[in-house]
């Protein structure tokens, strides 16, 4: 069946999808080289063609940037007034008989310590901080600390513990007055208790500049200037030149992207967005062509396809590395609620083909997520209902974090395994959360998904309970076509759900007038057969009428397009034979056969096809006077062949070898349906005699 490329249904859908590609694509110019780890540089060498920065790794800044507070600066902050107090008591307690130039020496001493410093014993670990920062009179000085017991010199920017101080002034004051005794002198007067630390450590201050520290880590490690070779070709590409090869692509992308917007990128972005739609628009044609004159259907696909390039555009601005966080495998469930596997497929990958052009490491992502949709179509299928959308999510995880696994190892990189892993976690079970949106689209787009189609086969719904009511023997007849169309589906893998929706509703329009169909007579009893006395030409536009009736029904309780479908095909463009062959027969003109047609459109899924014959051979089958298998399978090989033979195939999808297994399969099952019963022996009269009664 041919499609003539329609301007309003998609035309204009396929014009918005390539302007939104081409405003949202990612503007300057990408580095042409692909390298990794491990691997020989296969291109000439390269050589810079600017001054760039090298630039440090995500771990080794996120590594500074987390310093542990232990490795932070001390900072002190000089108490004046306590050394001031200390200073005082020490000269109040100087003994009056000693000389006074020894206790102005002594004094000068002791504040020569105190402006220095005086620390507390183990107040850090000159170690770890061989340099302090010590503030006295608001201005902040470097000092280190005192590292002889007994210093014989002090240093200015030497700090000393209390121990150390009193060492030194003691030293300092006997060395010109040997054998006074000064030390026990001291002790007995108590001074060495006040020397005492007039440094106090200052937390707030040393946490306020670690915290400063950490926020303007330097990013870089050195600078390579124009003209410096990066790498050579041959050479093999270690960690060292693997860091100076991805700041360089950083450095050319930013700055070819601030001299982006030219017209021969607009150009070249112009004609990627349009082979990309265009690639979009025959994964269509050449997969369902049906889909395109069908507005709801081709525009929720634009939809889709509209969605996945759109977050591949906006999270490579952002964060390349946030891609993995994206559940591009929603775009599979979004697609598997609507349409077959061979719509499906084709179009995922088309709308994952922006990954793999734009974003960074995009055959790596493309693999992977091509992977993870596959495996998600496959699985759905089985785990699809409430907490087993879970499962699916879990085995979708599991195939891409397989196919990354497999790229570090082959690629021998290994930072941030985990964190990309958490990531394509999160993802899948993002698809989970999003999953309910079908339901609005759903609605929005006039679609019918899996559980729509569950809820249309319950019987107990309005619509089919009226059936039951108004013309019962018509639907006793759904039910039997719909158990033989449901079992001959199964057969050849067609939509089971879909056929039996189908076959439900085929026959709704025979509401409008029940009489008029045999099978509904033994609900009006005492009343002669509808037909009777009618003139076959009249007879026959009560039959075909219900075809027309039943589409009006269909839109009157919206039914989807689908279902509707069923209604319009059952019968295609047939003769009404019974009461076409009765006008013959009085004398009416061959040329009139199309009074005596349906009005409807031929098959043309496997499914309609399907319910085309289940729906002749039941009514057929009733007709019969012997139901051996021989007679079951000549009665569905005539129906079939007259089907063929009238053209009604002539646009079904449904293969030679699939209508073959339908046809072997419906005789089987028509034979088991009217399967023989054994007849239960008479009792002979005088044994009857014998039994006692109420036995």
Same mark, same amino acid.
């Given at each position: 069946?041919?499609?003539?490329?329609?301007?309003?249904?998609?035309?204009?859908?396929?014009?918005?999808?390539?302007?939104?590609?081409?405003?949202?694509?990612?503007?300057?110019?990408?580095?042409?080289?692909?390298?990794?780890?491990?691997?020989?540089?296969?291109?000439?060498?390269?050589?810079?063609?600017?001054?760039?920065?090298?630039?440090?790794?995500?771990?080794?800044?996120?590594?500074?940037?987390?310093?542990?507070?232990?490795?932070?600066?001390?900072?002190?902050?000089?108490?004046?007034?306590?050394?001031?107090?200390?200073?005082?008591?020490?000269?109040?307690?100087?003994?009056?008989?000693?000389?006074?130039?020894?206790?102005?020496?002594?004094?000068?001493?002791?504040?020569?310590?105190?402006?220095?410093?005086?620390?507390?014993?183990?107040?850090?670990?000159?170690?770890?901080?061989?340099?302090?920062?010590?503030?006295?009179?608001?201005?902040?000085?470097?000092?280190?600390?005192?590292?002889?017991?007994?210093?014989?010199?002090?240093?200015?920017?030497?700090?000393?513990?209390?121990?150390? #101080? $009193?060492?030194?002034? !003691?030293?300092?004051?006997?060395?010109?007055?040997? @054998?006074? +005794?000064?030390?026990? =002198?001291?002790? &007995?007067?108590?001074?060495?208790?006040?020397?005492?630390?007039?440094?106090?450590?200052?937390?707030?201050?040393?946490?306020?500049?670690?915290?400063?520290?950490?926020?303007?880590?330097?990013?870089?490690?050195?600078?390579?200037?124009?003209?410096?070779?990066?790498?050579?070709?041959?050479?093999?590409?270690?960690?060292?030149?693997?860091?100076?090869?991805?700041?360089?692509?950083?450095?050319?992308? #930013? $700055?070819?992207?601030? !001299?982006?917007?030219?017209?021969?990128?607009?150009? @070249?972005? +112009?004609?990627?967005? =349009?082979?990309? &739609?265009?690639?979009?628009?025959?994964?269509?044609?050449?997969?369902?062509?049906?889909?395109?004159?069908?507005?709801?259907?081709?525009?929720?696909?634009?939809?889709?396809?509209?969605?996945?390039?759109?977050?591949?555009?906006?999270?490579?601005?952002?964060?390349?590395?946030?891609?993995?966080?994206?559940?591009?495998?929603?775009?599979?469930?979004?697609?598997?609620?609507?349409?077959?596997?061979?719509?499906?497929?084709?179009?995922?990958?088309?709308?994952?083909?922006?990954?793999?052009?734009?974003?960074?490491?995009?055959?790596?992502?493309?693999?992977?997520?091509?992977?993870?949709?596959?495996?998600?179509?496959?699985?759905?299928?089985?785990?699809?209902?409430?907490?087993?959308?879970?499962?699916?999510?879990?085995?979708?995880?599991?195939?891409?974090?397989?196919?990354?696994?497999?790229?570090?190892?082959?690629?021998?990189?290994?930072?941030?395994?985990?964190?990309?892993?958490?990531?394509?976690?999160?993802?899948?079970?993002?698809?989970?959360?999003?999953?309910?949106?079908?339901?609005?689209?759903?609605?929005?787009?006039?679609?019918?998904?899996?559980?729509?189609?569950?809820?249309?086969?319950?019987?107990?719904?309005?619509?089919?309970?009226?059936?039951?009511?108004?013309?019962?023997?018509?639907?006793?007849?759904?039910?039997?076509?719909?158990?033989?169309?449901?079992?001959?589906?199964?057969?050849?893998?067609?939509?089971?759900?879909?056929?039996?929706?189908?076959?439900?509703?085929?026959?709704?329009?025979?509401?409008?007038?029940?009489?008029?169909?045999?099978?509904?007579?033994?609900?009006?009893?005492?009343?002669?057969?509808?037909?009777?006395?009618?003139?076959?030409?009249?007879?026959?536009?009560?039959?075909?009428?219900?075809?027309?009736?039943?589409?009006?029904?269909?839109?009157?309780?919206?039914?989807?397009?689908?279902?509707?479908?069923?209604?319009?095909?059952?019968?295609?463009?047939?003769?009404?034979?019974?009461?076409?062959?009765?006008?013959?027969?009085?004398?009416?003109?061959?040329?009139?056969?199309?009074?005596?047609?349906?009005?409807?459109?031929?098959?043309?899924?496997?499914?309609?096809?399907?319910?085309?014959?289940?729906?002749?051979?039941?009514?057929?089958?009733?007709?019969?006077?012997?139901?051996?298998?021989?007679?079951?399978?000549?009665?569905?090989?005539?129906?079939?062949?007259?089907?063929?033979?009238?053209?009604?195939?002539?646009?079904?999808?449904?293969?030679?070898?699939?209508?073959?297994?339908?046809?072997?399969?419906?005789?089987?099952?028509?034979?088991?349906?009217?399967?023989?019963?054994?007849?239960?022996?008479?009792?002979?009269?005088?044994?009857?005699?014998?039994?006692?009664?109420?036995?």
């Amino acid at each position: 069946m041919q499609f003539s490329f329609d301007f309003k249904r998609n035309f204009l859908p396929l014009l918005a999808l390539f302007v939104l590609l081409l405003v949202l694509m990612p503007r300057g110019a990408k580095f042409n080289y692909d390298y990794r780890k491990g691997t020989a540089w296969e291109y000439d060498d390269l050589v810079a063609e600017f001054d760039f920065p090298i630039l440090k790794s995500l771990s080794e800044l996120q590594a500074e940037r987390l310093r542990p507070a232990e490795e932070a600066v001390p900072y002190f902050v000089c108490d004046l007034e306590a050394e001031q107090r200390h200073i005082d008591s020490l000269a109040a307690r100087w003994p009056f008989l000693l000389s006074r130039t020894l206790k102005e020496e002594f004094l000068g001493l002791v504040s020569a310590v105190y402006r220095n410093g005086v620390v507390p014993e183990d107040a850090f670990d000159p170690a770890k901080h061989p340099v302090i920062y010590v503030e006295r009179s608001k201005k902040w000085k470097e000092a280190s600390l005192e590292t002889a017991h007994s210093p014989l010199k002090l240093a200015s920017s030497n700090v000393m513990t209390p121990a150390q #101080a $009193r060492s030194y002034v !003691l030293r300092q004051i006997e060395m010109p007055i040997e @054998g006074l +005794g000064l030390d026990s =002198l001291y002790a &007995v007067m108590g001074i060495p208790e006040l020397m005492t630390p007039n440094l106090r450590y200052d937390e707030v201050m040393t946490e306020l500049v670690r915290s400063e520290q950490s926020g303007v880590v330097s990013p870089t490690l050195g600078i390579v200037h124009f003209g410096d070779r990066i790498v050579q070709r041959g050479e093999l590409i270690t960690d060292d030149v693997l860091r100076v090869l991805d700041s360089y692509r950083t450095e050319y992308e #930013a $700055r070819m992207g601030a !001299l982006g917007g030219g017209r021969l990128e607009w150009a @070249g972005h +112009g004609i990627m967005a =349009l082979a990309l &739609v265009v690639l979009f628009y025959f994964s269509i044609l050449y997969s369902n062509p049906r889909i395109l004159p069908e507005s709801n259907r081709f525009l929720y696909l634009c939809l889709v396809f509209a969605i996945a390039s759109v977050a591949t555009f906006l999270i490579e601005r952002l964060d390349p590395g946030y891609l993995y966080l994206v559940p591009f495998t929603l775009t599979t469930l979004y697609l598997v609620a609507f349409f077959k596997w061979r719509v499906v497929l084709p179009v995922y990958v088309v709308s994952l083909l922006p990954l793999l052009i734009f974003a960074h490491g995009g055959m790596e992502l493309f693999f992977m997520f091509l992977v993870g949709g596959v495996v998600t179509m496959f699985a759905f299928k089985f785990f699809n209902r409430g907490w087993q959308q879970f499962l699916t999510a879990f085995i979708a995880f599991c195939a891409m974090a397989l196919v990354y696994l497999g790229f570090r190892l082959f690629l021998g990189d290994e930072q941030n395994i985990f964190r990309v892993l958490l990531m394509l976690f999160i993802g899948s079970f993002l698809s989970v959360a999003g999953y309910p949106l079908i339901y609005l689209f759903e609605v929005v787009f006039n679609l019918v998904s899996g559980s729509r189609l569950m809820e249309l086969c319950d019987t107990n719904n309005k619509l089919l309970r009226e059936l039951s009511e108004k013309a019962p023997g018509t639907f006793q007849h759904s039910l039997q076509v719909m158990n033989m169309a449901d079992a001959a589906c199964r057969e050849i893998g067609a939509d089971v759900l879909l056929v039996r929706a189908g076959a439900l509703y085929h026959d709704i329009g025979k509401m409008a007038n029940p009489r008029c169909f045999i099978e509904n007579e033994g609900q009006f009893p005492g009343m002669k057969p509808y037909h009777e006395g009618m003139d076959p030409h009249d007879s026959a536009v009560q039959i075909v009428r219900h075809v027309p009736d039943g589409l009006v029904m269909a839109e009157k309780h919206h039914l989807p397009r689908i279902v509707r479908e069923f209604i319009r095909t059952h019968h295609g463009t047939s003769c009404a034979r019974y009461f076409y062959t009765q006008y013959l027969n009085a004398g009416g003109s061959p040329d009139r056969e199309a009074d005596f047609s349906y009005d409807g459109a031929k098959p043309y899924t496997r499914e309609q096809t399907v319910l085309m014959l289940c729906d002749s051979v039941e009514a057929a089958s009733r007709t019969m006077k012997e139901h051996t298998p021989e007679a079951c399978d000549e009665l569905v090989r005539k129906i079939v062949q007259g089907k063929i033979t009238d053209g009604q195939l002539t646009d079904s999808a449904i293969s030679i070898k699939d209508l073959d297994t339908v046809q072997r399969f419906l005789g089987k099952y028509l034979s088991q349906m009217y399967h023989g019963r054994i007849e239960y022996p008479k009792l002979n009269r005088s044994v009857a005699r014998g039994i006692p009664r109420g036995r």
